[in-house]
């Protein structure tokens, strides 16, 4: 078992983090915070170009045929900048639902399209507070058209189309492809605390929807994808973790108070050692996870719910103590601080809430233990 990247993916790493560092500023990133656009769209041109979107993408497709290892890669950089982009939305899920489950058709209709950028994808599941369930999805597809209400919804205002989780006339739950531009949909932007992560509630008023995999396999299949994201997901708050750290220990190293640098005070040693050892937890099990989703193992569930939990507490844990080093100017507008505490937040939510993946990591192993005895 090998848990580290080769060499030819470290070289991606650093190619990305060379193009991000020029392209994605906070600079941009408060443009997008403070504007009206959806996203940040030269940035997201420029990863398409880079061939980032279209990484793990087949060629046949458009894609660059690399593997997820170097999805993960991209995803850790992407975070480090808090790239205000919908690669989430489109690249670790609609891409991976049409990967997964698409017709050589549904494919070769939006494949492309994602990989070169020219096309946004959503997936469509939660309808309101609590845990997504089987049971909790209401939206209902009739004579191939969707009824129903999707909120919150990632990327939901830019988003082209969507692959909505919706019941079938027999009541059985399928996964269906909708065209966002198409009759039928209404969209209503939400406030959120991250708006460069854009939030949305959609209507479905009798719009097309096109079966996207076995009638009846939807929860199937979301679950299978929602496992790969989580991985994705997770190397984009570890990347957010080690940024907000490294913020923290430079400013520690820099601001002097009594004559010595704050970072010499022994309570800031320890914030700084807490939040070291927070990020570090979460990358071995990031890496366990981007081992187990290349390798297609039987561990990955398990693997992609220990990621998901502990990248979210690292981030969210590094972002809070970010600020407190930073004392009382960690709380002002001015400093770039409460962009990764907007962000750690944000994707805190995002595929399920901690409550959520807890859950499923505790079921996931109870039951592989119960297998075991028996």
């Not at 997008?32 to 497709?61: F, N, Q, R, W």
């Not at 609590?130 to 990632?154: H, N, Q, W, Y």
């Not at 989580?230 to 430079?250: K, P, T, V, W």
């Not at 103590?321 to 770039?336: P, R, S």
Request: with cysteine.
């Amino acid at each position: 078992m090998n848990l580290d990247f080769s060499d030819e993916q470290k070289q991606l790493r650093e190619q990305v983090r060379r193009f991000l560092s020029e392209k994605c500023t906070p600079t941009h990133v408060r443009a997008i915070l403070e504007g009206s656009e959806t996203h940040d769209k030269a940035l997201y041109k420029g990863l398409a170009e880079l061939g980032v979107l279209g990484a793990a993408i087949p060629e046949a497709y458009g894609g660059a045929g690399l593997s997820h290892l170097e999805l993960c890669v991209v995803a850790e950089e992407l975070g480090r900048v808090l790239a205000p982009v919908p690669v989430s939305s489109s690249i670790y899920l609609a891409a991976e639902f049409l990967m997964h489950a698409g017709s050589d058709k549904q494919k070769e209709a939006w494949l492309p399209r994602l990989a070169s950028g020219e096309a946004i994808g959503t997936f469509a599941l939660v309808e309101g507070q609590g845990r997504a369930t089987p049971r909790s999805i209401t939206a209902k597809v009739e004579a191939g058209r969707l009824s129903g209400v999707k909120a919150p919804l990632a990327d939901g205002v830019a988003a082209n189309f969507a692959v909505v989780a919706a019941r079938d006339e027999a009541g059985q739950l399928s996964l269906y492809i909708v065209d966002l531009s198409a009759d039928g949909v209404q969209r209503e932007s939400l406030d959120s605390i991250d708006p460069t992560r854009g939030q949305a509630r959609l209507v479905f008023n009798g719009a097309p929807a096109e079966l996207l995999g076995a009638r009846g396999d939807g929860w199937h299949i979301a679950t299978q994808v929602l496992d790969r994201a989580a991985i994705l997901m997770a190397f984009e708050q570890l990347g957010g973790a080690d940024r907000a750290l490294e913020m923290a220990r430079d400013y520690a190293l820099e601001r002097m108070a009594f004559g010595r640098p704050i970072g010499s005070f022994q309570a800031i040693k320890h914030i700084l050692a807490d939040m070291y050892v927070s990020a570090t937890l979460a990358r071995s099990n990031c890496y366990y996870g981007a081992w187990a989703l290349g390798a297609g193992a039987a561990e990955l569930p398990v693997a992609a719910a220990t990621a998901r939990v502990s990248a979210t507490t690292a981030f969210q844990h590094c972002a809070k103590n970010n600020i407190q080093v930073h004392g009382g100017m960690g709380f002002t507008w001015a400093f770039d601080c409460h962009l990764f505490y907007r962000r750690s937040n944000a994707l805190a939510l995002a595929l399920g809430s901690q409550s959520t993946w807890e859950s499923y990591l505790i079921e996931r192993m109870s039951a592989g233990n119960a297998g075991a005895a028996a």
